[in-house]
């Protein structure tokens, strides 16, 4: 055979993809094979096989790691579609609430406003007009990409039908005890103003000081206990002090009392077995509104609670007057100077600890005594769990799975509000009358108290993001209506996603989808490497080593790009590119789709 002539002799990918790709969509072959009549001689189509696409942020930028996540799906889906399964890769968009609410929140500091100057509707507004110039960008990025996922059924996690979902969801917990509002220490970010699941604090390793703090006994002349920290601007909200009971050192001090320092007040001293005799002196500060483990250890033995900072971490009013307003970094200045200047800085040494940093905008995260709603986990981790142990869900590469049942096996609550105004708003209604002070939580928007008729205003919290993704592999299909989609494509088989958000997304989705629809939602969990640099470092804009795979695409060509990314990984590896020699990265995939097409002519 001779070359077609008629075709140059080098694939140019630029005069061909986006017209081949756009032909596929307008003829659906992107749809299940169920939605079109029956092809003419052709076997009746095969069992369905779904893939729920992870949902990027509507405010998202299309990086490699969407490239290299998106290419697997595909290869995956392409593969079943050609076996002749009836296929579904199903596609969306996350509101993502804190992530949407700061871009916005910024573009109006920009303007010299706050959200608190537009009122809650009018932002709400903003927001949404933002989303709908942002929203389906990235998708159509996917789409310059080559995935072939069903765009006819793109879904949106703010969507009414979505929305419909969550309040069921959030009703049928609550109605089953598993939804609760209680008062307890949260992760607090003081720049996003909101509360933070456990999981949305990123841990970090750093070096640090711990303080020797000299405490003076009540009535003892000249006698102190020394206390070590690491946070000495907490110690104006201290209202205790402790001892392990095994600690022979301190027996004598059970019962007895210190002066809290620069505060003056008078503080007790008790003994629990939680103390940890190794850390420090072994005598601890107890700060309950500012601690977890100070929390607990406060209630156990009766001691006042005493919240010493603003909402966005300045000392307020609970502290003597000369730290109020300051910035919780600059109280600790003051702090430590003043303790130096009356000699009651014993010592500093360097002590290195781990500090917890909002996932999204990299602030040091404040523990915070308040008012929020949770789930309790426990009885649905449980399920989930017995599905992995089970085999009914599996984990590539399997060490993910162990992974996944350490966290399940210890799993703790879930702080579900957020302090927002994007998002799910919490279907709670308070009635403000004075003889009834009910609360509701309720499908339905309520007008008035279903008890007495009086007035009731909704709780104003949103739900974290997480809550409502979780659903999607039932919700993105019509649950709670029993939908045709859903009883033909729930269940679904695959996931493909990154493992930072295994416990973010992930689990909850068993979980879920254990809960509301009996079956786990998939039953195989990919979870592949990360992109890294030559150097090894996780590609990110603050280290200026990404690469925009638009940029690739546009050079090389989408298949030069997808066949690059899934020939370079291996199961559980993650998967190396130069940032700085494109030429280097991609020239394989460019030299196997030329090959390709050289064949083809």
Not at 470 to 481: D, E, H, I, K, R
Request: one cysteine or more; glycine letters at 6%.
């Amino acid at each position: 055979m001779t070359p077609d002539e008629s075709l140059p002799p080098q694939y140019d990918p630029a005069g061909l993809e986006t017209a081949l790709y756009d032909e596929w969509e307008r003829k659906g072959l992107f749809q299940p094979a169920s939605d079109r009549p029956p092809a003419p001689g052709l076997p009746d189509v095969l069992a369905p096989y779904v893939i729920m696409m992870p949902p990027p942020n509507v405010t998202a930028e299309l990086h490699m790691g969407h490239g290299l996540n998106d290419s697997i799906q595909d290869v995956l889906i392409r593969f079943e579609r050609m076996r002749g399964r009836d296929t579904l890769w199903l596609p969306g968009t996350d509101h993502a609430g804190i992530a949407t609410q700061n871009v916005v929140e910024r573009m109006l500091a920009a303007e010299g406003k706050s959200r608190f100057d537009l009122g809650r509707e009018a932002f709400e507004r903003r927001v949404s007009q933002h989303v709908e110039r942002t929203g389906q960008v990235i998708l159509q990025q996917l789409r310059a990409l080559g995935a072939s996922a069903d765009w006819n059924r793109t879904y949106y996690t703010l969507d009414a039908k979505l929305s419909r979902a969550v309040r069921e969801v959030f009703v049928s917990l609550y109605e089953k005890g598993l939804i609760y509002r209680g008062k307890y220490i949260i992760n607090w970010c003081p720049r996003c103003l909101t509360a933070l699941s456990n999981e949305e604090v990123e841990k970090e390793e750093r070096d640090g000081l711990l303080w020797y703090i000299r405490y003076p006994l009540d009535g003892q002349d000249g006698r102190h206990v020394v206390v070590a920290t690491t946070r000495p601007e907490t110690m104006l909200g201290d209202t205790g002090v402790a001892v392990n009971p095994e600690d022979p050192r301190y027996e004598a001090l059970w019962g007895m009392a210190a002066i809290l320092p620069l505060a003056e007040r008078r503080i007790p001293i008790v003994s629990d077995a939680a103390v940890d005799r190794d850390f420090g002196t072994g005598v601890v500060k107890l700060t309950p509104a500012h601690d977890p483990m100070d929390f607990e250890l406060a209630k156990r033995h009766q001691l006042e609670t005493l919240d010493v900072m603003t909402e966005d971490a300045r000392m307020n009013d609970n502290v003597p007057a000369r730290f109020r307003g300051l910035d919780r970094f600059e109280a600790r200045k003051r702090v430590v100077a003043e303790l130096e200047q009356l000699g009651l800085l014993e010592k500093t040494e360097p002590h290195r600890y781990a500090v917890g940093r909002c996932y999204r905008c990299d602030t040091i995260v404040e523990p915070r005594l308040s008012d929020q709603w949770f789930v309790k986990m426990r009885p649905l981790a449980e399920p989930a769990l017995n599905a992995y142990q089970d085999g009914r869900v599996r984990f590539i590469p399997e060490h993910r799975g162990v992974e996944f049942a350490q966290w399940m096996e210890n799993i703790r609550d879930w702080c579900i509000s957020r302090q927002l105004w994007w998002g799910h708003r919490i279907p709670v209604w308070y009635c403000d009358a004075p003889d009834c002070q009910t609360e509701f939580a309720s499908r339905t928007d309520l007008t008035a108290c279903p008890d007495c008729g009086g007035p009731v205003r909704q709780d104003e919290d949103v739900l974290d993001t997480w809550f409502s993704s979780q659903l999607v592999p039932f919700s993105s299909l019509g649950w709670p209506a029993k939908t045709a989609d859903l009883a033909h494509f729930y269940p679904g088989h695959t996931l493909v996603t990154a493992p930072e958000i295994l416990f973010f997304w992930v689990a909850r989705m068993l979980m879920a989808g254990l809960e509301f629809m009996g079956e786990v939602p998939f039953s195989s969990v990919y979870l592949h490497g990360t992109v890294r640099d030559t150097q090894h470092r996780k590609m990110s804009k603050s280290l200026g080593n990404g690469i925009d795979p638009l940029d690739v695409v546009a050079r090389y060509g989408a298949d030069a790009l997808r066949y690059t990314v899934v020939s370079g990984l291996s199961v559980g590896t993650d998967l190396l590119l130069d940032p700085d020699d494109l030429e280097t990265s991609f020239a394989p995939g460019r030299n196997f789709a030329n090959k390709l097409w050289n064949v083809g002519r």
